[in-house]
């Protein structure tokens, strides 16, 4: 699936969760599917917990995640 067919799936509406981005057409953060995925949840947890969540979902959260720090400068101290 192509980087931009992935990422229509993630809105950012200042209405919901305070314009934070979220899987499109829930209330569901980026944000929380990237912690519960360091803290060790996989596909299928996260599935199960959130029957409404597709595989392309989470895939999407990570992307958008990757693509947010791409543009991130680093300064050396």
């Known amino acids: 699936m192509k980087d931009e067919s992935l990422l229509k799936r993630i809105a950012i509406d200042t209405k919901i969760m305070l314009g934070k981005p979220v899987i499109k057409g829930t209330r569901l953060t980026v944000e929380l599917i990237l912690e519960k995925l360091a803290?060790?949840?996989t596909y299928?947890?996260?599935l199960k917990d959130y029957p409404f969540l597709a595989n392309d979902d989470i895939r999407a959260a990570v992307l958008y995640?990757?693509?947010?720090?791409?543009?991130?400068?680093?300064?050396a101290a």
Do not use: N
């Open 39 to 41: 803290y060790g949840a």
């Open 44 to 46: 299928e947890s996260l």
């Open 65 to 75: 995640a990757s693509k947010a720090i791409s543009t991130e400068e680093v300064f």
